[in-house]
C-alpha cells in the first residue's frame, strides 16, 4: 500500500527490556513525526524528522527514548530499559513537505510493558 | 504535554441525529484540524482549517477555525452508524521553525450511534 506502515504492531516486553519500533513513512515525505498515544488520551508529539535530521526531540519524555531516521524515510524510536509507564501506542506520521502540510498517521504500534 | 480541552468527552446519539463538538486552546493556534480515529488504526484527517473565521464542509462534516484562534467546532449532520469512532482535534502554529510543525490534539469525543 501507499500509506505509512509500523512494525510491529503489538509488542510486548518485560520491564528493563529494550524495544525498537519501525516506521516505514509515505514514499518522498521529508517530514517524519513520532506521537505517543495513552490509553483514553490524544497523540502527544515526541519528535520530528525533516529528511534525516532530527529538528525538534522537546516531547521525548526521557534519555530512554531515542529516535533516528539515518537516510532520510525509514526510522526507529528506541526506548531502553522500558518501563510500565511506557505502555502507549506509538503513532508515526509524515507529510510531503514540512509547514501546514497534511500528516498522514500509520496504525501504531501498541506497547504493552509488563 | 499539552492537550486541547474537547468536550463532550462522549456522546450517545440516535442514527439521523446531528452532532455537534468543539474544542478550546489557552493559545492561538494557526491551523486546526479535526481527525478520526477507528479501533486499532491511526487518525486520519478530516477537516483541515487554515484561516480564522474559515467555515469548511465536507459531505455531512462542517467545522469552522474560531475568530480568536482559540477554538473550533466540528458539526456531523444527519449522523450514520459508520460515524461511529473517535473525533479529535488539532491545533498547529506551523508558522516557521521546526517547533511549529507538531500537532497537539485534544483528548477526545467518542461518538456512539444507536441505530
Known amino acids: 500500500g501507499a500509506g505509512v506502515s509500523q512494525s510491529p504492531r503489538y509488542k510486548v516486553a518485560k520491564r528493563g527490556q529494550d524495544v525498537a519500533l519501525r516506521c516505514d513513512p509515505i514514499s518522498g515525505h521529508v517530514s517524519l513525526f513520532w506521537y505517543q498515544q495513552a490509553l483514553g488520551q490524544g497523540p502527544e508529539f515526541l519528535t520530528y524528522f525533516q529528511n534525516e535530521a532530527q529538528l525538534d526531540k522537546s516531547g521525548l519524555p526521557s534519555d530512554r527514548f531515542f529516535a533516528e531516521r539515518p537516510e532520510g524515510s525509514v526510522s526507529t524510536l528506541k526506548i531502553q530499559r522500558t518501563q510500565q509507564e511506557d505502555s502507549a501506542v506509538y503513532l508515526c506520521a509524515s507529510s510531503l513537505v514540512a509547514g501546514q502540510e497534511t500528516q498522514y498517521f500509520g496504525p501504531g504500534t501498541r506497547l504493552l510493558v509488563l | 504535554g499539552q492537550q486541547l480541552n474537547q468536550s463532550p468527552q462522549s456522546m450517545f446519539i440516535q442514527e439521523g441525529e446531528d452532532v455537534s463538538m468543539n474544542c478550546t486552546s489557552s493559545s492561538i493556534f494557526n491551523t486546526w484540524l479535526w481527525y478520526k480515529q477507528d479501533p486499532g488504526e491511526g487518525p486520519v484527517l478530516l477537516i483541515a482549517?487554515?484561516?480564522?473565521?474559515e467555515l469548511t464542509s465536507n459531505g455531512r462534516l462542517t467545522a469552522q477555525f474560531g475568530i480568536t484562534r482559540k477554538d473550533s467546532f466540528l458539526n456531523i449532520s444527519a449522523s450514520i452508524p459508520s460515524d461511529v469512532g473517535i473525533y479529535f482535534c488539532a491545533g498547529q502554529l506551523g508558522y516557521s521553525g521546526a517547533g511549529s510543525y507538531q500537532l497537539t490534539f485534544g483528548k477526545g469525543t467518542k461518538l456512539s450511534v444507536i441505530p
Open positions: 482549517l487554515y484561516k480564522a473565521g
